[in-house]
């Protein structure tokens, strides 16, 4: 079963329990797999998949900053049971250290001494860690261990 299918019987299960914010938050990322699928005309893999769950987190995230600086914390309970709702869906995070320690892996590989030579560790960084770690978290951590 794939991911996607895997999604589509949560939903239904949530229809079923009469869950309706778990229902809603799953349709919304069901609408961007479909949005996606128009757009590039292209059947979606679970690759595909978690690049657009990561990128619903990222808005959500971003969305629930700004009500929560606008004095929203109603709109923004809501996006952060979105966050919660879509996270299972996503491989399990390193952990700071495992993040560390994959990207002096990289460094070492890709023989990076300063910041300059921050972009070539970023661009294999972001290829093999993707999945597993948000880019602004690569990128600081990069910054930290070039300096």
Do not use: W
């Amino acid at each position: 079963m794939t991911l996607r299918e895997t999604i589509n019987q949560h939903v239904k299960d949530a229809m079923k329990a009469k869950d309706t914010k778990t229902r809603d938050a799953l349709r919304l990322l069901t609408s961007a797999f479909k949005q996606v699928e128009v757009d590039e005309r292209k059947e979606l893999n679970d690759e595909d998949v978690i690049k657009i769950i990561q990128t619903q987190v990222k808005k959500r995230n971003d969305s629930a900053s700004q009500y929560r600086d606008a004095g929203r914390d109603d709109l923004m309970q809501i996006e952060l049971y979105e966050i919660a709702t879509y996270m299972p869906y996503l491989p399990a995070q390193l952990s700071d250290d495992e993040l560390s320690s994959a990207l002096k892996d990289i460094i070492t590989k890709v023989g990076a001494s300063t910041i300059k030579d921050m972009g070539k560790v970023m661009g294999i960084a972001s290829k093999e860690l993707s999945a597993k770690a948000d880019g602004k978290r690569i990128n600081e951590c990069v910054k930290e261990l070039l300096a």
